[in-house]
């Protein structure tokens, strides 16, 4: 069995690569090494008090974990077409 190695990641080589460029995302700044933030919420609108019930309890879990959240949520699903 093939031994799997963790990568190892030039961090410097990175930040060089992706600048230093920052974005304004409703109340906070994204990118140029700002605070983490996760782009995060269910694929398609259940009912309105699940969503309410999910946000909240995701707000929460970020606030504990000091990083930004921007929630997400779409009314329909998009399908493929054949």
């Known amino acids: 069995m093939k031994e799997i190695k963790p990568y190892n ?5 990175l930040k060089s690569k992706l600048g230093t460029r920052k974005v304004q995302i409703a109340s906070f700044l994204a990118g140029g ?14 009912d309105f008090e699940t969503v309410l ?21 779409s009314l329909t699903r998009q399908t493929a077409r054949p």
């Open 9 to 13: 990641m030039d961090v410097s080589a």
């Open 53 to 73: 019930f999910e946000a909240r309890e995701m707000k929460k879990i970020a606030e504990k974990l000091g990083v930004n959240l921007v929630y997400k949520a």
């Open 33 to 46: 090494g700002e605070k983490l933030f996760f782009l995060a919420g269910p694929c398609v609108i259940e």
